[in-house]
């Protein structure tokens, strides 16, 4: 920053070099003091020297203009407020005595740092290239089949059905189930709304169970509860949609032993949870069915897009001729039942096979963020983060933690606040599904005399987590955290 000051009797051909040399397009005269005069660009020297001054005159001359400063500790948002304002490109920050602690410039200061952005590969084009070449344009085509495949190897599991997103695959799922009208579901409530919007598209009745604070996933006891009440209302669910949070599985075992009991079968969102694991097995493959998302913010994308996975082949060749508009097998397209426009392009599938090349950097990328925000924001009185049981490895898809308000100098939502003001995208922890409007008077079953994901939203919050996030836009969001909880 000192070679874009100068002092008043600097010359103007000084002053031009160290413009040249600077490449910011501004300098800042400073009193003796370290004042901030006015800023200068080439544009005003040379203004001056039209009117006649020589290039050995001191940068004095310059006609005296108030500069337009910031005062320190001002958010982004406000100082791009104030360069939009005055038409600068360039803008002073300076402490109580005026004295100039740094000059912000427009092209750095609007880097937006999000929450969790596409980040691509090497391969993606060729495989969109070849879709292009070869004029597969269309839901079906060899990288359909590919990336089908593929995943099936890389989880380890029988079949696989590529779709247009991963709520297709839900539904897909609980249509598959034979879930109708009346019929109930039990889902996680601490998720996004696509765990339970399907429920309701095949008009049946969604029932919230709470997490345990072990998993912040499904817990076993509140399920317990709940369909021992189910059973004695003898009105058992179709399915149970678990769902695994942030990258992290639920604790499957005993959801799945009583799942097994009381013969319900489960559908796993794994939306989240692509290459993470479970007692060293796949996530995705425990349920009757499994659901992946391509969505543009998980941990991997095709820009939009799912799949549903099985070790049922016959399930997933069901889901298939469900996802063409359950076309007959006849010329002239005969149809026997309702079905859905639900398969994934060719084009995007080829998207999907470069990224799948990639899961694993993503994922250690996504893990030492993780890692590296422990280690960065330690010591913080009140914050804790999403906990990995010993049998768990989370893909980190994001960085999550709480705040408590109690011990913490600032309360999550502040925080949230003033990381926005600063251009960093965090989000709160789900809204459980329990609490949203649109599901209101819908049953729901706590984890025991508290409810855990209500506390896990009010004081949670997901950190920028993006596998593309460099070095210094995570010193930029520790840095910016610590100077408010700190
Ligand atoms: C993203 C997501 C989905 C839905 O996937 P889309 O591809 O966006 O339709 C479902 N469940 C969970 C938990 C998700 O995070």
New binding site residues.
């Given amino acids: 920053m000192k070679t874009d000051c100068i002092a008043e009797e600097t010359t103007l051909r000084e002053a031009l070099a160290r413009l040249d040399a600077s490449g910011r397009g501004v300098l800042v005269i400073l009193s003796e003091g370290g004042e901030v005069r006015r800023t200068v660009t080439d544009g005003d020297l040379r203004r001056l020297i039209l009117k006649g001054a020589s290039l050995e005159d001191p940068v004095r001359g310059l006609p005296p203009r108030v500069p337009v400063t910031a005062p320190q500790g001002i958010s982004r948002v406000e100082a791009l407020g104030i360069m939009d304002e005055y038409h600068l490109d360039h803008l002073p920050v300076v402490d109580a005595g005026n004295r100039l602690v740094e000059i912000f410039d427009r092209k750095t200061l609007s880097k937006r740092i999000f929450l969790s952005s596409p980040h691509m590969g090497d391969l993606e084009r060729e495989y969109v290239d070849e879709a292009f070449r070869s004029n597969w344009i269309a839901p079906l085509g060899p990288n359909v089949d590919a990336f089908e495949r593929e995943i099936c190897e890389m989880i380890g599991i029988k079949a696989a059905a590529a779709l247009?997103?991963?709520?297709?695959?839900?539904h897909l799922a609980l249509r598959l189930l034979g879930v109708g009208s009346g019929d109930r579901v039990f889902c996680?409530s601490l998720?996004?709304?696509?765990?339970a919007a399907p429920i309701v598209y095949q008009d049946a009745e969604p029932v919230f169970i709470d997490s345990e604070p072990e998993t912040w996933n499904m817990s076993p006891k509140a399920l317990e509860r709940a369909l021992a009440e189910a059973k004695a209302e003898r009105k058992l669910p179709k399915a149970i949609v678990v769902?695994?949070?942030y990258g992290q599985s639920a604790d499957m075992d005993p959801i799945l032993e009583l799942a097994d009991y009381y013969g319900v079968p489960v559908v796993e969102?794994?939306?989240?949870s692509l290459g993470a694991k479970y007692k060293g097995r796949n996530s995705g493959t425990f349920g009757r069915l499994g659901?992946?998302?391509?969505?543009g913010?998980?941990i991997i994308t095709t820009s939009?897009?799912?799949m549903l996975v099985s070790d049922d082949s016959d399930l997933i060749a069901r889901a298939r001729f469900l996802s063409t508009q359950a076309r007959e097998p006849a010329l002239h397209y005969e149809h026997k039942e309702i079905g859905y426009n639900y398969r994934m392009s060719n084009i995007l599938a080829g998207i999907g096979r470069g990224q799948l090349k990639v899961l694993d950097d993503r994922i250690e990328a996504r893990r030492r963020m993780f890692d590296t925000y422990v280690t960065e924001l330690s010591g913080i009185p009140g914050i804790e983060w999403m906990p990995e049981p010993a049998w768990s490895f989370s893909n980190r898809?994001l960085t999550a933690c709480t705040l408590d308000p109690t011990k913490s100098r600032i309360d999550n939502h502040t925080l949230l606040k003033k990381l926005a003001d600063d251009l960093i995208e965090a989000r709160p922890i789900?809204k459980p599904l329990h609490l949203q409007p649109v599901f209101k008077g819908c049953s729901y079953y706590q984890h025991d005399n508290t409810s855990v994901s209500d506390s896990l939203y009010d004081i949670g919050l997901c950190l920028p987590s993006g596998s593309n996030m460099t070095q210094d836009d995570i010193a930029r969001v520790t840095g910016k955290i610590r100077s408010l909880v700190g």
């Fill in positions: 247009s997103s991963g709520s297709a695959a839900i996680s998720t996004f709304i696509a765990s769902v695994n949070l969102d794994a939306a989240e659901v992946f998302s391509f969505n913010n998980k939009g897009g799912g898809w789900w």
